[in-house]
């Protein structure tokens, strides 16, 4: 970018920083950029470290320039021409204090997304780590999940801010899913346990859908099921049936019913010897869990229910089915004579 000349700090003609800020004018210095390092591979990671090196004095800038730079780093990024983790670059503390990096990475990520896609921008994040770091773009006292979506969504970027969001809840599932474990292990209180559920449903914006499943996988990764099919369905009734009350809490919604149903066929299609246990497991909570009971089994039966395992599971529900679907026929039926 700058001219071999012995005044080294003259600008060349043919320069980023003065060049149009727009995406198409930017994408031709990229790739000119890109053309010589795959013909020169050497030049590679020295691209990269002065890039690095323009990334930690952003200060030195101008905000046109910054921008511009941004731009440029966001088409590389998207070309593959620079590596995700050039990205940690902009965490330093003396760009973030100034409120430099989140403006830069702003400008970037719509450079990037302009390229190629908001896919690309997110699953670059995730494979180098970086998902759980964006937030370090801000100075400590703002760095908290409600000024990043603010700030990005204000950009333009929702699609990063819900991107965060995810990554977040994610998170809070894996703490949430490690310490029910932990309260299943010592046999806390079903009573402790639905308090502490809400609380970090309510703290943390977490749906019942999420919830549920959640606590199924608990629940069964909490027994040493014996491996004999004949004696595990009993097994597992039993220890079902201790905690239908946690599971008829978090299981008000039609939605989280279904998705109820659908983790416990995946379990039993995943774990060969509960294969047999799945219709016993719904018509128990059929009577324990399922608040709209017949209606979630029935959607489930006709339409929701998953490939794995479903000529068996829905053989075995077959007559159970058609024994709900009679129910329910002559109680309206009674509905209307009344």
Known sequence: ???ITHDKTKVTAYCVFTTDESHAALRLHAQVFSKLIRRYKYLEKAFEEEIIKLLLFLKAFSESEQTKLAMLTGILLANSTLPPPIITSLFTESVVKEGISASFAVKMFK???AEKDANSVTSSLRKANLDKRLLELFPASKQNVEHFSKYFNEAGLKELSDFLHMQQSRGTRKELQK???ERLSQQCPIREMVVYVKEEMKRNELQEQAVIGLLWTCL????EWNKKEELVTEQALKHLKHYAPLLAVFSTQGQSELVLLLKIQEYCYDNIHFMKSFSKIVVLFYKEVLSSHEEAIL???KDAHAAKGKSVFLEQMKKF???LQ??????ESEGEEG
């Open 321 to 323: 089915v058609e024994w």
């Open 220 to 223: 069964m990764n909490a027994v």
């Open 1 to 3: 970018m700058l001219s």
């Open 326 to 331: 009679n129910a329910e026929e002559e109680s």
């Open 179 to 181: 310490e029910l474990q």
């Open 299 to 301: 959607k489930w039966y």
């Open 111 to 113: 450079a990037w997304i």
